[in-house]
Each structure stands twice: as structure tokens, then as C-alpha cells.
């Protein structure tokens, strides 16, 4: 998803073509096959009524996470973004070249009493990404898709140790968990053409190809917790 892909799309590749691209993809999308289920963690807190509360994962391209994200029930709002870095370089081009520390990102904001942060680790790893993937997912390479879980609690850190611990133990993926688990120094929004990017250009052809396969696997995996209204940015994100 490097930026001259989106602006080399945009240029080259006319409204009516990427419908065309999409019918084409279409035959994949359904026979995409749903990833092995894991086991939920067996740390986790309890859900239990409260003030709504935020978790910040990094999986690759932030426009798929979001997207899979905005349709898990008791989910409030996903703000795409980058973690790991600073203010000053918490910008998409800046972003790209994978100098600054920062993975893209998204920002999850839920209520505890309908899902709880293990739940949210399991849809994590489950669909949105591929966590044995080093500095990479999929298409894209660099430090700036890096697999890692932003915590900003011991409780948080404490359920994502023990849940990576309990899923290597498990031998649930053919290869190491490569995920890290960082604390969380601080989360700063994307620009506004990225939020909500996945519901607003379900054609455009990355989507299509990377990302709405994971909304199929939700839908296939966890059909108590997957809801056909993705919430949405409520409003434009400050820049």
C-alpha cells in the first residue's frame, strides 16, 4: 500500500476498469479459504460494564485492519494511524520510507462489557493479518507493517503475552509468532483520505485482493461477533 501505488491507481486505472477488476476478483474472494481457528485466550479479562476503553494494534496495511475491525460487535469506533514513532513523522509519505519507527496502525475504541481485549487479540491474529509475517504483510514490506501490539496497560500487556505465549505453545501457526508487543508511547491519526477506507472503495482492486477476504473470514469465523453495519469514523480526524 506505498503511496505511489494508490496515486499510480488513481491515475491509470479509470472508475469503470476497477469495477472490472472487481467482477474478476470476485471468484477468488468467495473461494478464499478461512484461515485455521485458534483457540481464544485463555487470560483475558472480564467483561464487565465500565467506561469504554481502547486497544492499538499494527497488522500491516491499516486499511484492512480497520475494515475488519469496524464490523466486530462492541466496537465504538477505528481510527487509522501510526504507533511506534513521533509527532513529527506521524505522516503517510514520511511513514513509507520505514525509518521512523512507526507501524501503520489502528486505534480501537470498545466497550468492555460486549468485547474484551482478548476478543479483540483473537479476531487480531485470527483474520486481520498474518502474525508470523516479519516487517511484512502480503504485498508490503518494511519495518512500517510490522506485526505489534501497542499496550497502555499491565492488564493489556499481561493478556497479549500470555496470549502469544499460549499460541506458540499451541504450534497454532505454522511458523513463530513474530508479533511484538511494545508499550504504547503514543497514537497519532492518519490523514483523512485513509479513515474508513476499505467501506468507502470496496472496488478498489487492493481491497478487493487483500483485504475484503479477511471481512469473509470474520463473517465465517466468528459469526456471533461480526455485524454487517461496520460503525465508522464518526467525523473527520484532526490533523
Known sequence: MQFPKVRWTSLLISA???G????????????????????????????AAGSLQTAVLSGGCFWGVQGVFEHVRGVR???????GGDMASAQYETVSAGTTGHAESVQITYDPAEVSY????HVFFSVAHDPTQLNRQGPDSGTQYRSAIFYSSESQKSVAQAYVAQLNRAHAFSREIVTRIDP???????????QDFLINNPRYPYIVVNDLPKI???????????????????SSVAQ
Not at 472490472?20 to 467483561?47: H, M, R, W, Y
Not at 482478548?118 to 487479540?121: F, K, N, R, S, Y
Open 216 to 234: 469473509e473470514n470474520l463473517k465465517r469465523i466468528f459469526p456471533h461477533q461480526y455485524r454487517d453495519q461496520a460503525v465508522l469514523v464518526s
Open 118 to 121: 482478548g476478543e479483540l487479540l
Open 16 to 18: 469503470s476498469l476497477i
Open 77 to 83: 469506533r477505528v481510527i487509522s494511524g501510526y504507533a
Open 20 to 47: 472490472v477488476i472487481g467482477v474478476f476478483c470476485q471468484p477468488l474472494l468467495q473461494a478464499a479459504e478461512a484461515p485455521n481457528v485458534i483457540a481464544s485466550p485463555t487470560v483475558d479479562d472480564t467483561k
Open 184 to 194: 504504547l508511547k503514543g497514537f497519532f491519526a492518519a490523514e483523512n483520505y485513509h
